[in-house]
């Protein structure tokens, strides 16, 4: 993946944590999800006053792709952090992990950013050794 497509998922998933609903955390989250065939579905966390109910931003962003038929992905970039900005790297917890081995190989890229010019890439195989799968 080049530098620009990168930077443009980065973009993505920071303009999404506008749209995090996170009044029991504060801590928003945004999601860009690359298909196959170039298209970007995004993602944020989405709380709930009985918390089990809550969802990911990752996983929201997958779920919108698959409900629209798309199952291919190359790459998803994730960032995250209290509302006023973003401190750290926000790696997918282990359920949106559990839920990528469900669609992606062990290629998938997973880039954690801060901003457009801070970030590593990992790969699901990394994420997940031994992942468990049917
Ligand atoms: N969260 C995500 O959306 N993705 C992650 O990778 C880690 C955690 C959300 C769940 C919850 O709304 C908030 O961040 C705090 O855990």
């Given at each position: 993946?080049?530098?620009?497509?990168?930077?443009?998922?980065i973009?993505?998933?920071?303009?999404?944590?506008?749209?995090?609903?996170?009044?029991?955390?504060?801590?928003?989250?945004?999601?860009?999800?690359?298909?196959?065939?170039?298209?970007?579905?995004?993602?944020?966390?989405?709380e709930?006053?009985?918390?089990?109910?809550?969802n990911?931003?990752?996983?929201?962003?997958?779920?919108?792709?698959?409900?629209?038929?798309?199952?291919?992905?190359?790459?998803?970039?994730?960032?995250?952090?209290?509302?006023?900005?973003?401190?750290?790297?926000?790696?997918?917890?282990?359920?949106?992990?559990?839920?990528?081995l469900?669609?992606?190989?062990?290629?998938?890229?997973?880039?954690?950013?801060?901003?457009?010019?801070?970030?590593?890439?990992?790969?699901?195989?990394?994420?997940?050794?031994?992942?468990f799968?049917?």
């Open positions: 993946m080049d530098k620009e497509m990168i930077q443009h998922l973009d993505t998933a920071l303009a999404q944590r506008k749209y995090s609903y996170t009044p029991y955390s504060g801590f928003k989250v945004g999601a860009a999800l690359l298909a196959q065939n170039g298209a970007v579905y995004t993602g944020c966390n989405i709930n006053a009985a918390y089990g109910p809550s990911c931003a990752e996983r929201t962003a997958i779920f919108k792709a698959v409900s629209e038929g798309m199952r291919d992905f190359l790459a998803i970039c994730v960032v995250g952090g209290l509302e006023e900005g973003i401190q750290d790297m926000c790696p997918p917890c282990g359920v949106c992990r559990q839920v990528m469900e669609f992606c190989n062990e290629d998938f890229q997973i880039i954690l950013a801060t901003d457009r010019e801070n970030y590593e890439i990992h790969t699901l195989g990394e994420l997940v050794p031994m992942g799968k049917l």
